[in-house]
């Protein structure tokens, strides 16, 4: 699988690393990987009917997965995926 | 046309005046700048003070909101004599008589696509201090149809994040934060918010205001800022402008890439599966003219209303239109389905191309 660079923000890392290397062939593996980092809000990042939910984009080398292939977005040797996450309230 | 300042204005903003970054010429630019913002809450509160005390000369403040005693430790334009009477008149109240030489508008409205047009027109900037994305997303519909600078911001917990949206020349919100919808997003009703964050983000959404109004560059276009008051950080991501964009990105031009309309499942009704069709634009439909030419006796008419209607198609299936091109079919199968019907009828008797 290839080898890409995540980088998360301090509200998914927690006191872990923002930057971490994980094993990722498409976007769906990078959430399955926050899923196993963050059981706590599992339920927020996928909703009930499957579906990663909306607040939660997945920008590879600068371009939002939305635009690429989504989910099935695929990844490469040296990717970078940053995980931004829609802040509600004001 | 401005006049000149009062000796009393002229005090009043003597440290902007002697302020390299704003200076006598930066001052009369405020005084002729026109700023909405959208929502008085706990972004929008400071952000109205800070413009109002900074001499902005025209600020509109809508809201619909009514004042509640839980707002008060973050939204100090309000205090306990002010619960129960609406946002926006206590706010309009409280700013002129901070700054009398400024005009300060309030709009009690409601923001959504049918009123947001009307809410944010002859402004040259556009602040957020809204509180959910559906109405955020109707602002940035407007401000790209309308020109308009939008600076964008939302604050939860500890977080913030705010960026500067100039409409064809950087990315607009739905670039950004393409489709999000406000379900399963925490609010400050549940998760609550730090009034210390809601400052340093209106903070810098003025800032941005300022560097708009007085013609110099501003910082945060094309860059979204993230910031963490637990850690004291702050993050710059670079945010690009999509061409497949549903607001911005001059759709239709490459056919293979199509993604609209898109179908999805919304809910289900008394066991019956209920599909959304979004054409991925507002394609403003004429419904007189499309209810004549449904004189097929598979099609018939349920109900009627201004902005749209719902049609029975061969017993079983329930299709209602939106007069902007939005369908909700009830009683099929299967999002194939319910898509091959809205094609029918947008491609075969509206004769709208529905592929964008
Ligand atoms: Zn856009």
């Known amino acids: ?90 | 046309m401005v006049e000149e300042f009062t000796d009393k204005e002229f005090e009043m903003y003597s440290r902007q005046i002697v302020l390299s970054a704003i200076g006598y010429q930066g001052q009369e630019k405020l005084k002729k700048g026109r700023v909405a913002v959208v929502g008085v809450g706990g972004l929008g509160s400071p952000v109205a003070t800070l413009l109002t005390a900074m001499g902005v000369g025209y600020i509109r403040i809508i809201d619909r909101d009514i004042v509640e005693v839980s707002n008060l430790h973050r939204q100090h334009l309000y205090t306990f004599k002010d619960v129960g009477y609406p946002k926006v008149e206590v706010a309009a109240k409280r700013l002129r008589e901070l700054n009398p030489y400024i005009e300060v508008e309030p709009f009690p409205i409601f923001i959504d696509d049918s009123t947001v047009l009307e809410a944010v027109r002859d402004v040259d900037v556009v602040v957020d201090g809204l509180d959910n994305f559906k109405a955020r997303r109707a602002v940035n519909k407007a401000c790209y149809k309308l020109s308009i600078p939008y600076i964008y911001a939302s604050a939860i917990e500890t977080y913030g994040s705010t960026t500067t949206i100039i409409p064809g020349v950087g990315p607009c919100l739905e670039c950004i934060f393409p489709n999000v919808s406000d379900e399963g997003l925490p609010t400050c009703s549940t998760v609550g918010v730090h009034p210390s964050v809601l400052q340093i983000i209106s903070g810098i959404e003025v800032y941005e205001v300022v560097n708009i109004l007085t013609g110099k560059s501003p910082r945060l276009l094309g860059k979204l800022l993230i910031y963490d008051l637990r850690e004291l950080t702050s993050s710059l991501v670079d945010v690009t402008k999509s061409k497949y964009c549903s607001v911005c990105g001059g759709l239709g031009v490459e056919k293979e890439e199509v993604r609209y309309p898109v179908v999805e499942e919304v809910c289900a009704r008394g066991g019956l599966a209920t599909f959304m069709v979004n054409p991925g634009r507002i394609i403003r439909l004429n419904l007189e003219e499309l209810l004549s030419r449904l004189n097929s006796p598979k099609y018939k008419l349920i109900t009627r209303s201004q902005l749209g209607m719902t049609l029975q198609i061969d017993s079983k299936i329930k299709f209602s239109l939106l007069h902007s091109g939005i369908a909700v079919i009830e009683g099929v199968e299967s999002g194939e389905e319910a898509l091959r019907i809205y094609r029918d009828i947008m491609e075969n008797v509206i004769k709208i191309e529905t592929e964008i």
């Open chain 1, 1 to 90: 699988m290839p080898k890409v660079k995540l980088v998360l923000p301090s509200i998914l890392a927690c006191s872990g690393d923002k930057v971490r290397e994980i094993e990722a062939s498409t976007i769906r593996d990078v959430v399955e990987y926050l899923c196993s980092l963050r059981p706590d809000i599992k339920s927020r990042i996928i909703s009930h009917d499957g579906e990663i939910n909306t607040f939660l984009n997945f920008y590879v080398n600068g371009v939002n997965a939305y635009f690429i292939k989504g989910v099935e977005t695929e990844l490469k040797d040296g990717d970078e995926v940053s995980v931004i996450p829609a802040l509600g309230g004001g």
